[in-house]
């Protein structure tokens, strides 16, 4: 079975600053794993996806995540926040040998002037 | 186009009307996937289809009828809801099951925001 866990439910940072946002996963299988962000009263856009390439992937508007076997982790950063990067995060795994995605709990992220 | 439309955007209803959500994608995916999200909780899986069959059922209550007329489109068909099913309702496609060369990310729709009164 599989399972994703974002460690964080609320993210407060402040324009212009770093983001860190963390996710832990658990697979019995070699997992494909993405982060999504969801704006306001929006559907689901695809940030970044990992699918066994490589370990570091950069995505949109300038996000990237690391894929870290060992610690069953895959983060999702950004150099540098804007206001507009305000809105709901989910990391979610799919295993390569199955065919549903599993999301974690979701991240809230808030961006303050 | 890498789009999935959904209508409604909005949709009303009462506990006695019969009414239907639908899903257009024209990527060639052939799994399809509604789900239901209520607020501030992640989306969570109703059904999935693949290749045009229903293949996913996640014990969904019958009053949720899901169809899959040909490769490009979804409905799902609501009959005698509840309250507590309103939500946003979100459809998604992807490319055929375990597939590692086209990927498996899904790509999802705008969604439905239903509200039963």
């Known amino acids: 079975a599989q399972s994703v866990t974002q460690l964080d439910s609320h993210v407060s940072v402040s324009e212009g600053t770093p983001v860190l946002l963390r996710c832990n996963y658990s697979?019995?299988?070699?997992?494909?794993l993405f982060w999504y962000v969801q704006h306001p009263n929006k559907g689901l856009q695809l940030l970044l996806k990992?699918?066994?390439?490589?370990?570091l992937v950069k995505g949109i508007n300038g996000f990237e995540a690391e894929f870290k076997k060992s610690e069953t982790s895959f983060h999702l950063t950004k150099p540098s926040a804007h206001m507009s990067d305000a809105a709901e995060y989910f990391c979610?795994?799919?295993?390569?040998?199955?065919?549903?995605?599993?999301f974690g709990g979701g991240t809230r992220v808030l961006v303050k002037p | 186009d890498t789009e999935v439309t959904q209508t409604p955007k909005h949709l009303v209803m009462g506990m006695t009307n019969k009414k239907s959500l639908k899903c257009e994608q024209h990527?060639?995916?052939?799994?399809m996937y509604w789900y239901k999200q209520k607020a501030k909780k992640p989306p969570e899986l109703m059904f999935v289809?693949?290749?045009?069959?229903?293949?996913i059922n996640e014990s969904v209550p019958s009053r949720f009828s899901p169809e899959c007329p040909n490769s490009s489109l979804l409905n799902l068909h609501l009959h005698a809801l509840q309250p507590e099913d309103s939500a946003l309702y979100l459809c998604?496609?992807?490319?055929?099951?375990?597939?590692?060369?086209?990927?498996?990310?899904?790509?999802f729709g705008q969604g439905t925001r239903l509200t039963v009164v």
């Open positions: 979610v795994v799919s295993e390569t040998a199955g065919n549903k995605l599993t």
């Open positions: 990527m060639g995916h052939r799994a």
């Open positions: 697979s019995s299988y070699s997992p494909s």
């Open positions: 990992y699918t066994s390439a490589a370990t």
């Open positions: 998604a496609s992807s490319h055929k099951v375990n597939n590692r060369v086209l990927g498996t990310e899904a790509f």
């Open positions: 289809y693949s290749y045009e069959k229903l293949s």
